[in-house]
């Protein structure tokens, strides 16, 4: 474990492609709820909060690091 740590320690822009497909993932799994919503029995209460909380931060992870990105990508083209 202590290698990976290492690794992303080193490498500082993969960390912001990993946060940006974790994302992405998290908006994936909140609209999967949301289909399958209609085919559960009982309390749908805490998977309408997972779902929400499965957005926010899906949304989150995935708006601040393609910023970060994409300043990242015009100062590399200025600075050519």
Do not use: H
């Not at 993969?14 to 399958?36: E, I």
């Amino acid at each position: 474990m202590k290698r990976i740590y290492e690794w992303m320690r080193c490498q500082p822009k993969t960390k912001n492609y990993l946060y940006f497909a974790a994302g992405l993932y998290l908006l994936y799994l909140s609209y999967k709820m949301l289909l399958g919503i209609n085919d559960m029995a009982g309390n749908r209460l805490p998977i309408y909060m997972f779902m929400c909380a499965f957005a926010i931060i899906g949304i989150t992870f995935t708006v601040f690091p393609a910023i970060i990105i994409i300043k990242d990508r015009t100062n590399n083209n200025n600075q050519r």
